[in-house]
């Protein structure tokens, strides 16, 4: 069965609704994936139910928050990841320079935990209807999958996840081998993680080989510098100059294939098992059928690149 007709069987006539799960730190793609969310979101294309921390970094939660205000989406729910996640952010210092900038007064706002928001939000949701798109360590989908029942839900976090998540689309790995910073940052929570999942409940990987063949945010920088956005994108430009049109573009190609369909861009290699070493190196496994997908470029990448581009520029209506 391929990934759409795997989905497909699953699909309602509702739009997909999302929790966006990010490191928004070690690297600034991040950005570029949260414009393309509530650019689609603008659209009517899907709808963001949780923006979610998995970096321990004090700075992200507000960094999300400030992004989520800036899109006009300042209600969405923010968590923070767990303790034993691992805590990054990138030399040019960007998350404390947008919140200086934009929202101060976050930096001193205290967040609930990253798994208190996955349990209450899909206990919430209709069965089957949640897709959940990682763009960073696993360490939150670990949490909540070896989370007990409590006062939002009496089932098990594997239970829960089994009853109302549609698909998972995660960044992470490399095909079909290697070694990637999602994976082995957090190898644990990885190695947990694909370990536990359901396995009625389908995966779909976009790997490092396909965001590493995109480039973007060169126009947001130019064009828009003093939005939370492009101001991102120009800081870490100045601070490590990029070549070409822009910074590679990982985050974002899972967020496009979590809201629309993958097999309009991409070729999805499937089903079959990624498996994951306790040293975070993965290896791509076709003779066995865990119900998971993976990302193969179908077009020139200058294509994708200006799809997502154009996304990326999306400015909401109101300004922070």
């Not at 205000?69 to 998350?95: C, L, Q």
Request: net charge neutral.
């Amino acid at each position: 069965m391929s990934f759409t007709n795997c989905i497909d069987a699953q699909r309602t006539k509702a739009v997909p609704a999302i929790i966006f799960d990010t490191d928004m730190g070690p690297d600034y793609d991040d950005l570029g994936a949260i414009a393309v969310l509530y650019a689609l979101e603008a659209r009517k294309e899907c709808k963001v139910l949780a923006t979610l921390s998995s970096n321990g970094r004090p700075a992200i939660a507000p960094t999300i928050e400030l992004l989520n205000r800036y899109f006009n989406r300042g209600e969405v729910p923010v968590g923070i990841a767990g303790p034993t996640a691992p805590a990054f952010t990138h030399k040019s210092g960007w998350n404390e320079a947008l919140i200086q900038r934009f929202a101060p007064e976050l930096r001193s706002k205290q967040y609930p935990y990253a798994v208190e928001i996955y349990r209450r939000i899909l206990s919430q949701q209709p069965d089957r209807s949640v897709t959940i798109v990682t763009v960073g360590f696993l360490s939150n989908i670990n949490d909540l999958l070896h989370s007990e029942p409590d006062t939002y839900s009496k089932l098990s976090g594997v239970d829960l996840v089994k009853k109302k998540v549609k698909q998972w689309v995660a960044m992470a790995a490399d095909f079909p081998q290697g070694r990637e910073f999602n994976v082995y940052k957090d190898t644990t929570a990885a190695y947990q993680a694909l370990a536990l999942w359901p396995q009625d409940v389908p995966i779909v990987f976009s790997g490092f080989d396909i965001g590493s063949r995109i480039r973007t945010g060169k126009r947001l920088a130019e064009q828009f510098p003093q939005t939370p956005i492009g101001m991102g994108y120009a800081i870490n430009f100045s601070a490590v100059p990029e070549k070409g049109n822009g910074r590679q573009s990982w985050d974002q190609t899972a967020v496009l294939c979590a809201v629309r369909t993958p097999e309009k861009y991409f070729y999805v290699i499937g089903p079959g098992k990624i498996e994951v070493s306790k040293d975070g190196s993965n290896i791509w496994n076709p003779n066995a059928n865990a119900n998971h997908f993976f990302l193969v470029h179908k077009y020139p990448y200058a294509q994708i690149e200006n799809l997502l581009e154009e996304l990326m520029m999306y400015q909401p209506s109101a300004k922070l």
